[in-house]
């Protein structure tokens, strides 16, 4: 497979090192980190937009849960570790971390999760293509999950991630909808180019979604967690903040990053020693990874790049990638314990080898993202890689 020389990635990407790193970068990246992505991704993206042209919206309204105790619009998850207990059948579940129970109830993850394939994709196509079939019909999705008063979910996650017996939704549950951020890039950038007709009513909807996150209890607990929940917390609040126009909140997130995800989750030899000590540290270190770069790539701006951000001690991004890049390179190299589930499955395409990659000037990150499987079929997998277009990043 082709790799990229240091002479093909800098023409490729039509800029130096340094002038991808000045501020005015991160307000209007270079055209050529652009086309670096649109041409490895073009064939991708249309054949899966056409796929998608002939798929109907389907929201949360068309499942539900008898265990749910929300409506017909309330979103309803179970947590995934959790099972029936052998020794107390029919009472409150137990956890068993890192093992999936196959008998929860996912109709209205699946259903999120599917609309987080299609807009992104549809909304790429339109972007490559400028065709309004695609803006169109990445619309009508839109509609159905935000505006339609027949199928529109309510701007809550009051009952996601609920255990039986324990809980009726938890905090941890706000990270289901880490699968609306890409959606939410997307409605950004027809809105923008005045290709979604519906923009004020979903913009009202993220925003209420948004005061939600920022209100509730639920919400609050999930702001405040240690892990990978904490930094999918700033990723959602970000984007939704970027789409919405709320400044306020996207500088808060800037500085939780700073103060808290990167001294807090990234060791000094850029490890990130909470992922590590799970049941699956392999690719919730890499899940982990994608949403801090993610962060970087929505939230920094002409005053601020957050890829240059480090502590005292060296702790940040660059730091971290460094560490990481090795084992997705080989993950034969990989020194510590496996993954209980779903250790062959991973990696795919990280969204954060080429967000790195243009931010640094490492081709050699590239050359890794460009070999990589860009569209996992595996559920479980695909629960866990969110940014599946980097095209809507770069723009």
Not at 25 to 42: C, F, I, M, N, Q
Not at 117 to 139: C, F, G, N
Not at 341 to 368: C, M, Q
Request: glycine share 6%.
């Amino acid at each position: 497979m082709k790799t990229f020389s240091r002479r093909e990635f800098c023409a490729l990407a039509g800029a130096t090192a340094a002038s991808l790193r000045s501020m005015d970068a991160w307000a209007a990246p270079l055209k050529g980190a652009y086309e670096l992505v649109a041409s490895t991704d073009r064939t991708r993206i249309l054949a899966a937009a056409d796929k998608y042209l002939s798929e109907q919206p389907i929201t949360v309204t068309a499942s539900h849960s008898e265990r749910s105790p929300g409506g017909a619009h309330d979103f309803f998850s179970e947590g995934d570790y959790w099972w029936p207990d052998p020794e107390n059948p029919g009472g409150p579940y137990i956890r068993r971390d890192g093992e999936s129970n196959p008998q929860n109830f996912n109709g209205h993850r699946e259903a999120m999760i599917r609309l987080s394939l299609i807009v992104p994709a549809l909304t790429a196509a339109w972007m490559l293509t400028r065709q309004k079939k695609y803006s169109d019909h990445a619309e009508k999705h839109l509609r159905a999950w935000f505006v339609a008063p027949d199928t529109k979910m309510n701007p809550s996650l009051q009952y996601a991630q609920a255990i039986f017996g324990v809980s009726k939704g938890r905090g941890t549950g706000i990270i289901d909808t880490l699968h609306l951020v890409e959606v939410a890039r997307a409605a950004t950038l027809l809105r923008n180019g005045s290709a979604l007709k519906s923009g004020a009513e979903v913009r009202r909807w993220f925003a209420d979604y948004l005061e939600w996150m920022r209100t509730s209890k639920n919400g609050q607990e999930e702001r405040d967690a240690a892990n990978n929940h904490g930094t999918c917390w700033v990723l959602q609040a970000g984007e939704f903040a970027r789409f919405t126009g709320n400044t306020e909140v996207m500088e808060w997130c800037r500085d939780r990053f700073r103060t808290t995800l990167v001294p807090k989750q990234i060791a000094p030899d850029g490890s990130l020693p909470l992922e590590l000590a799970r049941t699956k540290p392999y690719s919730y270190s890499l899940f982990d990874m994608d949403v801090l770069c993610g962060i970087a790539q929505s939230l920094s701006n002409r005053q601020e790049s957050l890829w240059s951000f480090s502590t005292p001690d060296g702790r940040g991004l660059a730091k971290m990638m460094e560490f990481m890049v090795p084992f997705i390179a080989d993950k034969s190299k990989w020194p510590y314990k496996h993954d209980v589930e779903h250790w062959d499955d991973f990696p795919v395409r990280n969204p954060a080898l080429i967000f790195s990659g243009i931010a640094y000037d490492k081709p050699e990150y590239i050359t890794v993202w460009k070999r990589l499987n860009p569209d996992p079929t595996v559920p479980e997998v695909i629960r866990n890689f969110p940014i599946r277009q980097p095209l809507l990043w770069i723009s």
